[in-house]
C-alpha cells in the first residue's frame, strides 16, 4: 500500500521518537507564531526559552538537535531575531554552544552505560540510606560535567522502569502479557500498601538525585552552561 507524501513525511518526522513528542514539536511550531503576532513578541521569546528546555529534557525521546534547530529557524522566519544578531550570539558564546553539543551528545551516546549503573545500584545495595546516597553522589559527579537536565532525565527513565516491572508483578501478569502500569485497577488490594511505599521509595530516589545534580552542576566551570558565561566575564579558569 503507497503511502501519500504528507504520511511519509510526518512518519519519519523527527525519527522514531514517540508521537505524542511529535505532536508537541508540532503544537509548539504552530503555536509561536501565533503567540509573537498576536499576543506579544515577549511572552513568545518567553515560550520559546521552556520549549528549549522541554526539548533537551527529553532527550532521551528524541536528539535534541532537529526539534531545537526547528524552534531556532522558526523564531528567524518570523521576526522573533535576525540571523545577523544570531551570528553575534554564536561568536561571542561559541564556548557554551560547543560545551553543550559535548554534553548532550555525550549523555544521549552514554545512555545505556548510564542506565546500567543505575541500575546495579538498586539492585545490588540492600541498604535504603546507602542506596540514596549513591544516587545523590553519581548524580552530583555526572552533573558536574554533563548536563543536569539529562542525567536526571536517565535516572528517571530508571525509575519508572523499575516501577513498570514491579507494578506488572505485583498484578499477577506474566513477563510476556501486555501492561500498563499507569493504571491500578488490576491491582489486588493487599498489594496497594506495597506499591505505594514502593512508590515512596522511588520519589526518594529521585529527589536525593535531583539534588544531587544540582549541586554538581554548581561544583565546576563546565557543570552548567551559565558556569561558562560567568566564568567567562570574570575570567575564571578561561584561558
Known amino acids: 500500500m503507497q503511502q501519500s507524501f504528507m504520511s511519509a513525511f510526518y512518519k519519519n518526522f523527527l525519527g522514531k521518537s514517540p508521537e505524542w513528542y511529535k505532536l ?8 509561536n507564531p501565533i503567540l509573537f503576532f498576536v499576543i506579544s513578541p515577549y511572552i513568545a521569546g518567553q515560550a520559546l526559552v521552556v520549549e528549549f528546555i522541554f526539548t533537551l529534557a527529553m532527550a532521551l525521546k528524541c536528539y535534541p538537535l532537529q526539534p531545537g534547530g526547528l ?17 553575534h550570539e554564536m561568536v561571542i558564546n561559541i564556548e557554551v554552544i560547543l560545551l553543550l553539543i559535548f554534553m548532550v551528545a555525550g549523555i544521549y551516546f552514554m545512555k545505556s552505560l548510564l542506565l546500567f549503573l543505575f541500575t546495579k545500584i538498586v539492585t545490588n ?12 553522589f553519581s548524580g552530583a559527579f555526572l552533573s558536574a560535567f554533563l548536563d543536569a537536565l539529562t542525567v536526571i532525565a536517565v535516572i528517571i527513565s530508571v525509575a519508572v522502569g523499575f516501577y513498570s516491572v514491579y507494578h506488572k508483578v505485583a498484578s499477577g501478569k506474566e513477563p510476556e502479557h501486555d501492561h500498563d502500569h499507569s493504571h491500578d485497577n488490576q491491582m489486588p488490594d493487599y498489594n496497594r500498601n506495597d506499591l505505594r511505599e514502593f512508590r515512596g521509595y522511588l520519589r526518594n530516589l529521585l529527589m536525593h538525585a535531583a539534588v544531587g545534580t544540582a549541586l ?18 570574570v575570567k575564571l579558569g578561561i584561558h
Open 216 to 233: 554538581g552542576g554548581v561544583c565546576t566551570i563546565v557543570g552548567e552552561p551559565q558556569n561558562l558565561i560567568i566564568g567567562q566575564q
Open 71 to 87: 524552534l531556532a529557524i522558526e523564531a528567524v522566519f518570523i521576526g522573533m531575531t535576525s540571523p545577523d544578531q544570531v551570528m
Open 24 to 31: 508537541a514539536i508540532i503544537a509548539f511550531l504552530v503555536i
Open 125 to 136: 545495595v540492600r541498604s535504603k540510606t546507602l542506596v540514596s546516597l549513591l544516587f545523590c
